[in-house]
Every structure is written in structure tokens, then in C-alpha cells.
């Protein structure tokens, strides 16, 4: 999603802030930011190859540390498949359910080949992870919620 994130410079790291009018708009875009700091997401969906889905099936005990599940989740499940991800299908943020904050997605992805290779994204940092919700009609870079997130690389 255009528009939906940007990339804070950083000394040793990568910061992004990503933003969403809805909850699962700010979880796809938080995706979407990370899965384009390890390859280029643009190039990978015109590329022909066979497409490769996970879930992605999040539990966090706040909207932060969901956050941080949700990216950690994705990250670890393209690790271990060996792909690239570069899509959010059905993000759906369900609230707190048992007393856990829960997120659903599915990623679409495509096998790794170097020639989409950007950085390799060791974690998902809980340093300076931060989510906010607009309070009083101000809202953040005209999104109604932001995340800044930390990828360690």
C-alpha cells in the first residue's frame, strides 16, 4: 500500500513508521515495510514463480507486543520456508479474545532468490517499539494509528 509506511534513518539498524486508518491497515503496512527491507516486494510480485502462503496466527498481551508477534511470526515462518514474502492477504484484527490481543493474515510468498535480496532481518526489536492511536481528531500523518518499529539487521 503506497503511502502506507516510511523508513526513519537509523545508525545501525532499520526504522520504519508504518500507518493504518484501521488496525489490520497498520498491521498489513508493518508487513509490508519489513517484507520490502529484506526484498524488493515490487519485483518479487511481477516475478513469475510459484506462490508460497503462510498464516500468520498472532497473540500479544498489548497492541505493541502484538506488533512485535505478528512481525517475529512472519519473519521466522518465511525464515524456515526458505521465501520471500511480499503480500498481506485477510489481515483481521480481532481484539482482545481470552485476555490476548489477537491478529490473523495470510503472506504470500515467493521462493528466495538473491536477485530480490535487500537486507537480512535477524529480528524484530522491542527497543523503541511504539504504537499510537489518534486522540481527539489529530491524526498521525492523516492515519488514524502508527507504529515505529526497529528491524535488527
Known amino acids: 500500500m503506497p503511502g502506507g509506511y516510511r523508513y526513519i534513518e537509523h545508525t545501525?539498524?532499520?526504522e520504519f513508521v508504518a500507518y493504518g486508518d484501521t488496525l489490520e491497515e497498520l498491521f498489513e503496512n508493518a508487513l509490508l515495510a519489513m517484507f520490502n527491507t529484506i526484498?524488493?516486494?515490487r519485483r518479487l510480485a511481477e516475478y513469475r514463480s510459484e506462490v508460497h502462503k503462510f498464516e500468520i496466527e498472532a497473540k500479544?498481551?498489548?497492541?505493541?507486543?502484538?506488533?512485535w508477534e505478528t512481525l517475529q511470526s512472519a519473519l521466522s515462518q518465511a525464515e524456515a520456508k526458505g521465501v520471500f514474502a511480499y503480500?498481506?492477504?485477510?489481515?483481521f484484527y480481532k481484539g482482545m479474545y481470552n485476555g490476548k490481543y489477537l491478529f490473523f493474515a495470510?503472506?504470500?510468498?515467493?521462493?528466495k532468490d538473491q536477485k530480490f535480496s535487500n537486507l537480512e532481518v535477524k529480528g524484530v526489536s522491542r527497543f523503541d517499539?511504539?504504537?499510537?492511536?489518534a486522540t481527539s481528531g489529530k491524526r498521525h500523518n492523516g492515519h488514524s494509528f502508527e507504529a515505529n518499529v526497529?528491524?535488527?539487521v
Open 129 to 133: 517499539l511504539k504504537f499510537k492511536e
Open 60 to 67: 500479544g498481551d498489548g497492541t505493541e507486543d502484538l506488533i
Open 12 to 14: 545501525a539498524d532499520v
Open 150 to 152: 526497529v528491524l535488527d
Open 106 to 111: 495470510t503472506c504470500c510468498a515467493k521462493a
Open 39 to 41: 526484498a524488493d516486494i
Open 87 to 91: 503480500k498481506v492477504e485477510k489481515p
